[in-house]
């Protein structure tokens, strides 16, 4: 009993130790001060979006979201999260192809046996983080910035695609988002946002993050009165449920966009972003 409570111990050690180095290939330091960029889910290889894409598919079928930095300074490693409602999108491959770095290293969290993301803090069914590394990034453009006293100033910044996550569609749904993060290490802090360091210039940075949203339902994403549109009404009946749950007085199903129990700034912001749309 003793040696196999010793195996059992030996074996869990070893499976967190390689968690943390198969897929810590670069250091990413975490004491970034400044923000550089914006780091999206995207439909194209080459820039963000001004709002949030809304994706969808059939159940059964594959979705390919890109993730794309855009306006970053020059770097040689990234990582990031993106995270998802694994009933309803479960993800199932990573490919750095056409990317701005040729190396990746991809964790999918399972949420099973044998679950890579185990004892990672933070991180559930879902998430898939990923880590990249390569040379410095060429740069594709300037970046101006006017100061308080009216100065110009101009940076070299780098646009382009991370990398490519592959989801299967499990199931309908009126909503659910997709998230981007990141988780820095198995105990460590984490936050809103994509982490990038140049290892040349012995430097680190944070950028902004801007997910999505997934949405196959036969409702509209925003449609809380199933009028086949989204519009004034819908966005009044939210503000009228606002803050409620399941009990409350003034609690609406409906007006619940990606079905977490509440209505919050996030099911009004899923509706005024597809506002005006029509079946």
Do not use: H
């Not at 001060?33 to 820039?47: A, D, E, K, M, N």
């Not at 991809?106 to 679950?115: A, L």
């Not at 490519?164 to 105990?187: A, C, H, M, N, W």
């Not at 809103?192 to 902004?208: D, P």
């Amino acid at each position: 009993m003793r040696r196999v409570g010793l195996t059992r111990i030996r074996s869990i050690l070893l499976l967190f130790l390689v968690s943390v180095i198969a897929y810590s290939p670069v250091t990413i330091y975490a004491n970034a001060q400044t923000t550089s960029g914006l780091v999206c889910v995207s439909r194209v290889s080459y820039s963000c979006p001004i709002v949030q894409p809304v994706y969808t598919g059939r159940p059964g079928t594959q979705l390919s979201v890109n993730v794309v930095v855009q306006g970053a300074e020059p770097f040689d490693a990234y990582s990031v999260v993106i995270g998802v409602n694994s009933s309803i999108l479960q993800p199932v491959g990573v490919n750095a192809t056409g990317g701005l770095l040729p190396n990746i290293n991809s964790m999918i969290c399972t949420g099973g046996q044998g679950d890579p993301c185990a004892y990672w803090l933070g991180l559930g069914p879902g998430d898939v983080r990923v880590a990249g590394w390569g040379s410095v990034t060429n740069t594709t453009g300037v970046d101006f910035t006017v100061s308080s006293s009216g100065s110009i100033s101009n940076q070299s910044v780098t646009t382009g695609l991370l990398f490519t996550i592959t989801y299967e569609v499990r199931v309908e749904t009126k909503g659910t988002q997709i998230v981007l993060f990141d988780q820095v290490s198995p105990s460590g802090w984490s936050c809103a946002c994509a982490l990038f360091s140049n290892s040349v210039k012995g430097e680190s940075f944070q950028s902004n993050v801007q997910g999505g949203w997934f949405s196959n339902s036969s409702l509209l994403l925003g449609d809380v009165n199933g009028d086949c549109r989204v519009d004034l009404l819908d966005v009044m009946l939210i503000l009228f449920a606002w803050g409620s749950v399941q009990g409350s007085v003034n609690w609406n199903p409906s007006a619940d966009l990606n079905g977490d129990g509440k209505v919050d700034l996030i099911d009004f912001y899923a509706a005024v972003m597809n506002y005006g749309s029509v079946c």
